[in-house]
């Protein structure tokens, strides 16, 4: 464990940081272990029932009791992996003056959206002059830190929002609603986009854009490749020639 110190009044600020990050990472250390943990469970307990299906009894209990629990699991894994991206997001320190605008870019199951482009946009659609656009990082987290000038320039009134965007497009995203700024205050977002905003955006591949990416297996040097194979697509079997008889 990190030994954390305070060495005085002129560095109580840094010493503080220190310590934060020092907590914020043994948080992330101790909820990967976690998620290894709960994954290496459920391939054991699947392991199990495939055994218990093969060669015990198909109708035994326990393998409905081990395909529940492996459910469970998947559903622990999942909210473990949300956990893990939130506790690795880094909030840039600001001065008083400062105004901070921050947030998550996520799915609806709060999944992060990464290199997502987040720009600051006025009622008319239009990015704000002085603003650059910020980007998500892996946790889908951005990062907005305006000087008093820029807020001022802004107005306290003015009604803002964000738009999202990749390389494939931009959007404002259905579920956002307009905000205010108000210097030297903390602003928060969780922006979570909907499917088709999603696709729109891809940024989630198709199923079929996957399968034709996957790599073809090779055969062996020296061997035929068309030996039959069980196909999941339920496509024909392709079987060697049947070699013909010496007469």
């Known amino acids: 464990m990190a030994i954390i110190s305070n060495t ?58 081990y395909a529940n629990a492996s459910k469970s699991m998947l559903q622990r894994v999942a909210a473990l992996e949300v956990e893990v991206q939130i506790a690795n997001i880094r909030v840039p320190p600001v001065t008083k003056t400062e105004t901070l605008l921050q947030g998550r870019i996520t799915d609806e199951s709060s999944k992060a959206a990464a290199q997502v482009q987040v720009t600051l946009i006025d009622e008319a659609g239009k990015p704000v002059a002085g603003v650059a656009p910020a980007t998500t990082d892996a946790s889908g987290y951005y990062a907005f830190i305006l000087q008093p000038a820029q807020v001022d320039a802004i107005g306290a009134n003015r009604k803002l929002t964000l738009q999202i965007g990749s390389e494939n497009g931009k959007l404002v995203p259905q579920g956002s609603k307009p905000f205010s700024l108000n210097a030297g205050q903390m602003t928060a977002h969780e922006t979570k986009l909907q499917a088709g905003e ?43 020639a049947a070699a013909k008889r010496k007469r």
């Open 198 to 240: 999603l696709d729109k955006l891809k940024l989630r591949p198709a199923f079929t854009d996957v399968a034709k990416e996957a790599p073809k297996p090779r055969a062996a040097p020296g061997k035929s490749t068309t030996k039959a194979t069980k196909n999941p697509d339920n496509e024909p079997e392709v079987k060697p």
């Open 8 to 65: 005085g009044q002129k560095t109580y600020k840094s010493d503080l940081q220190g310590a934060f990050e020092t907590l914020q990472d043994q948080r992330s250390d101790l909820l990967g272990m976690v998620l290894d943990a709960q994954l290496a469970s459920r391939l054991l307990i699947a392991e199990e029932a495939r055994r218990l299906r093969s060669d015990v009894n198909p109708d035994d209990p326990r393998v409905k009791h």
